[in-house]
């Protein structure tokens, strides 16, 4: 994803991108050098800056709809570039590149479900992985990953749909009229799956603390 450049996205730690993760970024095509072009084209400038403002938005989210963190970077990829190739479909109408760009995650989250079902992998080829990107053992980071764990793990329970109206509203902070209008859906159906998807959830996190 990077070209070049090594800095850390605005808010990968936040969202919990392990350094073994934004590593492997640099050795990915660049999207910078694709989006970027000419200093001059102001199109490309203006697609460079959401890319840089928004990459942590959408890492985190793919990972909340059920994107593995083994392959979030290769979709995140994909998210911008499919973007890129759309960009002149991207129109302001007030509430900013994020529910343009949510959109497109939501398609690309989806497709990797499917590709999973259509390609199951060995069962715990993914605990490696993740086992191995967790850098210091310290007991707060550990615990701080096993919670995110159980919160992927309990989200993996709702379906997507719910899945995202809860992920808009809980993390991203959003309010219905804004879920409503980047989902494209009615504003009671909003509250609705709200309703069911906190149900959902508050059972399965209480299953995985009762086993």
């Given at each position: 994803m990077e070209d070049a450049v090594t800095d850390v996205p605005a808010g990968a730690h936040e969202v919990g991108i392990s350094p073994a993760l934004l590593g492997a970024r640099a050795s990915q095509p660049s999207l910078r050098a694709v989006a970027v072009g000419?200093?001059?084209?102001?199109?490309?400038r203006a697609f460079r800056s959401i890319y840089d403002a928004q990459v942590a938005f959408v890492w985190r989210n793919l990972r909340r709809l059920g994107v593995?963190?083994?392959e979030v970077d290769d979709r995140t990829q994909e998210v911008f570039v499919i973007a890129h190739r759309r960009f002149h479909e991207f129109e302001e109408r007030?509430?900013?590149?994020?529910?343009?760009?949510f959109q497109i995650v939501l398609r690309v989250a989806s497709g990797a479900r499917r590709h999973r079902r259509r390609h199951p992998e060995v069962a715990d080829g993914n605990g490696v992985i993740d086992r191995e990107s967790v850098d210091a053992p310290q007991a707060d980071a550990v615990e701080r990953r096993e919670q995110l764990s159980r919160l992927d793990a309990a989200l993996g329970t709702v379906a997507?749909?719910?899945r995202a109206v809860l992920v808009l509203h809980e993390i991203e902070e959003m309010t219905a009229p804004e879920i409503a209008n980047v989902l494209g859906i009615p504003l009671n159906t909003v509250y609705s799956r709200l309703r069911v998807a906190r149900?959902?959830?508050?059972?399965?996190?209480?299953r995985g603390s009762h086993p």
């Open positions: 000419s200093p001059a084209d102001a199109r490309a593995r963190e083994c007030g509430h900013g590149p994020r529910a343009w760009l997507l749909g719910r149900l959902e959830l508050e059972q399965a996190l209480a």
